[in-house]
């Protein structure tokens, strides 16, 4: 089955600069793969998903790839806010099934004014 | 639209004793999952339903815990007896379907402490 990193368990970074996050993944590649954010006390939350025949991925100041070649995929944050301080996790697909999830342990980014 | 519901948000409980969480998932959500999440983990699958049934629990430690999802709505988890290595937040999530990634919606989740 799956195992996935994330880049680091911590990322600070000054507002108004672009944080990315990192998430890589060891086994096969999966058809798609998701991020969510997560805030203290409170579930996951789903932001994006990106297929494995797109390359990129947009919605609003959110920015995600997927490199297949390199089992990886980026997830960027433009004009970062200190609202955006959160938990970023990536979850792909367990098996070639697609029924169940693995989720990586997350990024914790915060976001200094 | 009401978010996935969870209950109780917090539960504190001695080794040995039982102790329940419930769930309403999204109206219309056929899936539902029921997650453990460690502190600076990711959520971890325990059990997934589709309707009433449960289509994979291989993750589910069957000694100890159970789960139903009567009628294909509402869903409990249970543990019995609770052990120290419990503690940890439960996390409800529904979403319309299961292959081609369907987004999933979670509860804010039940933190558990055995003490």
């Known amino acids: 089955s799956q195992k996935i990193e994330q880049n680091s368990e911590a990322l600070n970074i000054q507002e108004g600069k672009t944080a990315t996050l990192t998430c890589n993944y060891t086994n096969y590649s999966p058809a798609y793969l998701q991020w969510y954010r997560q805030d203290p006390g409170r579930g996951p939350v789903f932001l994006l998903l990106?297929?494995?025949?797109?390359k990129e991925k947009r919605k609003e100041r959110l920015k995600v790839t997927f490199d297949t070649t390199l089992k990886q995929s980026l997830f960027h944050i433009t004009a970062s806010q200190p609202a955006d301080s959160a938990t970023y996790l990536c979850?792909?697909?367990?098996?070639?099934?697609?029924?169940?999830?693995?989720f990586g342990p997350g990024t914790r980014l915060s976001v200094l004014p | 639209e009401a978010g996935v519901v969870q209950s109780p948000r917090y539960k504190i409980i001695e080794k040995k004793q039982p102790v329940a969480f419930w769930c309403n998932p999204i109206s219309g959500h056929n899936t539902l999952y029921w997650y453990l999440q460690n502190l600076g983990q990711g959520p971890e699958l325990l059990i997934r339903?589709?309707?009433?049934?449960?289509?994979?629990d291989s993750q589910l430690p069957k000694d100890r815990f159970s789960a139903e999802r009567l009628k294909g709505v509402d869903s409990t988890l249970k543990i019995q007896p609770a052990e120290l290595g419990d503690s940890a937040v439960y996390l409800c999530?529904?979403?319309?379907?299961?292959?081609?990634?369907?987004?999933?919606?979670f509860g804010p989740g039940t933190r558990l402490t055995v003490t």
């Open positions: 999530a529904s979403s319309l379907g299961t292959t081609g990634g369907y987004e999933q919606y």
């Open positions: 339903y589709e309707n009433e049934e449960a289509v994979d």
């Open positions: 979850a792909l697909p367990r098996d070639n099934y697609g029924q169940n999830f693995v």
């Open positions: 990106i297929r494995e025949n797109e």
